[in-house]
């Protein structure tokens, strides 16, 4: 039995949850995400709180997605009322970013500049070397994020590339005289 999906979630103040049969739409001040229920999983609202519940115990698969449901859910009502966001840092000479409206300009040392139109949903800003992505919807500003740093990952010798803020990377040491 998953830990996870027995935990009830707690919908904040100004969100509001419209369960059907196939999916549970939740609805907050930053938007509205749908998210769709897996056979055999289904939804109960108590007041406040949603509390998922598997009705087929005996199948394996209808387990393993019983801990996912409930945390796509929880990821939606998260969203719809704080949003979620990923920044990027640009390091190395010469490493720059440009917003043009729904257009990130990236100069990441190729003899062409890189330009990643952004999807619907996701917004951006750049300050200096650092880009910061948001969105209601997690798997998409992670996605995004991912895509932006596929362009020119950090190397292990200079640093050099773009990396997630925090991120720790293992540093070689070059060649020996």
């Known amino acids: 039995m998953s830990r996870i999906g027995k935990q009830p979630i707690t919908l904040p103040a100004g969100v509001e949850a419209r369960i059907a049969d196939d999916a549970v739409t939740v609805k907050g001040s930053k938007g509205e995400l749908t998210s769709p229920l897996f056979p055999g999983i289904t939804v109960e609202q108590e007041g406040a709180n949603l509390n998922v519940l598997c009705n087929d115990l005996e199948t394996k698969k209808t387990k393993s997605f019983y801990g996912l449901a409930r945390a796509l859910l929880a990821n939606n009502v998260e969203g719809v009322s704080k949003g979620f966001e990923k920044k990027l840092e640009l390091r190395g000479v010469g490493y720059r970013a440009q917003l043009q409206g729904k257009k990130l300009n990236l100069s990441l040392g190729f003899s062409h500049p890189v330009v990643y139109e952004l999807p619907e949903g996701v917004s951006a800003t750049v300050e200096q070397s650092i880009i910061t992505l948001t969105s209601i919807d997690k798997q998409q500003v992670g996605q995004v ?32 005289a």
């Open 145 to 176: 994020a991912a895509e932006i740093r596929a362009f020119r990952p950090p190397e292990p010798y200079k640093g050099k590339g773009v990396r997630y803020v925090g991120e720790h990377i293992a540093m070689k040491e070059g060649k020996k």
